[in-house]
């Protein structure tokens, strides 16, 4: 009878140790210790043995019992190990590895080059103003004395909004110094930047550039005040001291009389070649750049805003922003500012 015991408890320790899943140890539970079990069959065949063999028998048979319960729990837990194992095996990530850095976005070059601009005109006591990129026919045009059959209206260069038949996307940003001078009284001292708008593409001109316009309205102020700025602008912005400017007599209806500003080239320094005698390919050998628009502000806008042009004067310019970060920083392609390749804008 112990030899069947021992034989049994061998056979179910074998069969738990196969057994690989829940299932599988249950049914060999099932199949040794269960109530139909063959551990009760032993058990139920106790009662032909002697009272002596009984006890000995007995009380190895219940020790073994419970041994080999002890062995099906232990199967479990071994199996949730395993399970364990298997996971860990399969899902492992190694936390020595060093992290992927994400790729961190950088200021745009020219958002960059309007915050300097706007530090060097706040230095002379610029604030800044700020109006919508689409304006009203009205702020656009009219009100910056710019007339119904001006060339600036033509459908070559103004975006009309199809349905708002008096809305254009700004092409320029002019219209600010009108908004600004409608809400406020001299003196006038701000700067507005921003998108500009123009049906225009090629390597110097895209359809969306960007312009800084400035204004300054009091008594008494004059050209010298404008060539003063101006000059002031370039040299810092440019950081050289070396560099004059010049002005060219040249029409905007809302300027009496508008110029265009020019500055020395910073890179030929107004001398049209290089020292080593290269012509200057920047300037093309002219020695002079064109900058910007700027003038008087015209009587008429002045009243246009109620201003009494008897008693305030003004002036007012206009820089194309792009084209003096190309000039900068030698940028050759107006298209490489909006293409956002990292390998461009990672350079500034
Ligand atoms: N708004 C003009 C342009 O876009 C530039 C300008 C501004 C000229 C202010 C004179 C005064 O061409």
Partial sequence: MQEKIQKLKSDMLVNLKAASSESAIKDVEVKYLG?????????????????????????????T??????????????????????????????????????????????????????????????????????????????????????PARDMQDTFWLKDLKKHVLRTQTSPVQIRH????????????????????????????????????????????????????????????????????????????PGMEVDCTCPICHGDGKLDTGVPCRLCKQCGWLEIAGAGMVHPQVLENVGYDPKKYTGFAFGIGIDRMVMIKYRVNHLRLFFENDLRFINQF
């Fill in 35 to 63: 109530r139909q079990g063959l551990f009760n069959d032993i058990m139920k065949s106790l009662k032909d043995l002697s009272d002596d063999d009984k006890r000995i028998v007995g009380k190895l048979a219940n020790e």
């Fill in 65 to 150: 019992k419970k041994e080999l319960e002890a062995a099906a729990e232990k199967r479990y837990s071994e199996l949730e190990g395993e399970k364990l194992d298997a996971i860990a095996d399969e899902e492992w990530i190694d936390v020595t590895v060093p992290g992927k850095k994400p790729a961190v976005g950088h200021r745009h070059l020219i958002s960059k080059f309007i915050d300097d601009l706007e530090m060097i005109f706040a230095k002379m006591g610029f604030s800044v103003a700020d109006g919508p990129e689409v304006e009203l026919e009205h702020y656009n045009f009219n009100q910056l004395n710019i007339p119904d059959d001006h």
């Fill in 181 to 256: 001078m409608e809400t406020h009284e001299p003196p006038i001292r701000i700067i507005a930047m921003g998108k500009t708008f123009r049906k225009d593409s090629d390597a110097t001109h895209s359809p969306m550039f960007h312009q800084i316009e400035g204004l300054m309205v009091d008594e008494n102020i004059s050209m010298a005040n404008l060539k003063a700025v101006m000059t002031q602008m370039l040299q810092q912005i440019f950081e050289d001291t070396s560099i004059k400017t010049r002005f060219r007599v040249s029409y905007f209806p809302f300027v009496e």
